[in-house]
């Protein structure tokens, strides 16, 4: 693969896909409930309104029907419209001929060509607390909405807004974790005064390498968590070892080599991070099979433990250490390339070419 060969804006867009698709679980699950009340109801569209700063403005976040890609990311202010009316007072409603409400706001079809008829609108509420609304529109055989379809679309509502509330605490506590977590890395880092920010950047790098090869959703989460934490286990080394300027002895490269395991022992039984737990584990493998702790070779090395053992060195080679200076980037490179397909797994060094667009000119 020649250097750069992903340029670097997808790589950056592939960056900022891994950050939505956090938020996609939610999404899809949402756009799972629309299709289901919209086929249930026998409805020509169907959309999920949310607020999102303040509470006078809805966004269609979830749409269904013919025109649905035209309302995405389109607000409406709560002062207007059926919709607004039901955010204002928590009150579902049915509207059978939208002509005769004086609440129905004609903007909305006037800007996309749908033609609302009939709709049947309920609050998502979660203890009290107004975070949206779901609203059906237009029975596809003309008929009206009766009393069964409010009762159907205030029960899917209230399920759709538990399953928002829900996924905002979970990701509250996930938020609190990593926080956490990055203040455990930066303690880590401490100990080692040459590596301040250590952590954060073999994090940083890891994903962009992981980025510019598609990996998985759920590959980049462990791998996000691993980058971090991948030296978690030198917390139980003492910092004598870690900062001495001259060679290791026998006995203390022993215990620097422990840190691996100690690491992986400390996270296996943190359900969110099991999977990076065998990263951190294996970060130290080398591709020939020469690496520790298990000796493992070529492909039996997780593919995130080989992009962490490449991110690793880089920064290690890029920052002045109590034993060498720095690297200029085109020698880490070339001392990546160098050991590619020994040390180091060749798609994944690669990978971090392509992902941080290491270019020989590169600074």
Known sequence: ??????????????????????KTRLLDMLEQIIGMTQHMLNAEAASILLFRDNDQELYFEITSGPVGKALRQVKLNTQYGIAGQVARTGKPLIVNDVTRSANFHKIIDDTTGFSTKSLVCAPLSVRRKILGVLEVLNKRDGSVFGEDDMAAVVSVANTAAMAIENTKLHQTVLDAYKNTVTTLAAAIDAKDHYMRGHSIRVMEYSLKAGASIYLAYDEMEALEYAGILHDIGKIAIDSSILNKPGSLSPGEWEIVRAHPVIGAELLKGIPFLEKASELVLYHHERYDGTGYPD?????????GARLISVADAFDCMTIESSYRAALSTALAVKELNDCSGTQFCPKAVQALISGLRLNPGFN
């Open 1 to 22: 693969m020649p250097y750069g060969r992903i340029a670097q804006s997808n790589v950056t867009q592939l960056e900022k896909l891994y950050e939505t698709s956090k």
């Open 295 to 303: 000796g493992l070779r070529g492909e039996e090395i997780p593919m």
